[in-house]
């Protein structure tokens, strides 16, 4: 283990249950935002089965999502 010299600062007992409890709220906080977000996501939840176009929604790579971003400011002198 390479990092072992992290428990000499902070003790096991508190460092280890601090760790997996900031994994569950990242991952409490991707599955709220997936229901959120998407109309697909909480009924493939509660049962349904993927629709066509759901599955492909899914499956589609995310290089495909456009960010827009606010033009750059000229530069001042």
């Known amino acids: 283990m390479n990092q072992g010299k992290v428990w000499r600062v902070v003790n096991p007992s508190v460092g280890v249950p601090i760790f997996l409890g900031a994994v569950v709220?990242?991952?409490?906080?991707?599955?709220?935002?997936?229901?959120i977000k998407t109309d697909w996501y909480g009924a493939y939840w509660n049962g349904a089965s993927l629709s066509g176009k759901a599955k492909a929604v899914a499956m589609a790579a995310p290089a495909t999502t456009s960010v827009a971003t606010a033009p750059a400011a000229a530069p001042t002198k």
Do not use: Q, Y
């Open 25 to 35: 709220v990242a991952s409490l906080v991707v599955h709220g935002a997936l229901m």
